[in-house]
């Protein structure tokens, strides 16, 4: 990951906007990948359609408060696939979040 340019004449670290494109894309579409997208599809998907395919992958499970109270929990498989319904959802967001922000600053 290449996000600064760094010069030894020079060691004020500067940040690097067309690297961060790079980086983002990288690891957006290896996401994608993983979803069962194609890599082409980055630039026409939105970031909704790409979290509803992580939740139809990874559909994430609640018990009711009612059925708590009578002991049901989660097996922990329901939570194996919580958890990276979680964490695929919240690093899908980042990513597209600093996607978008590297994008605007290399145009500008």
């Known amino acids: 990951m290449s996000l600064r340019n760094y010069d030894p004449a020079n060691p004020i670290n500067t940040f690097s906007a067309t690297s961060e494109v790079d980086y983002c894309e990288e690891k957006l579409t290896e ?13 026409v998907l939105t970031i909704d359609e790409v979290v509803e395919k992580i939740r139809e992958i990874f559909p994430y499970q609640r018990i009711k408060s009612e059925l708590r109270e009578f002991g049901q929990v989660l097996t922990s498989a329901q939570i194996n696939v919580n958890i990276r319904c979680i964490a695929l959802t919240s690093s899908v967001r980042r990513l597209w979040y600093r996607y978008n922000i590297a994008k605007a600053a290399a145009n500008a």
């Open 31 to 43: 996401i994608l990948l993983l979803l069962g997208y194609s890599a082409d599809q980055l630039n």
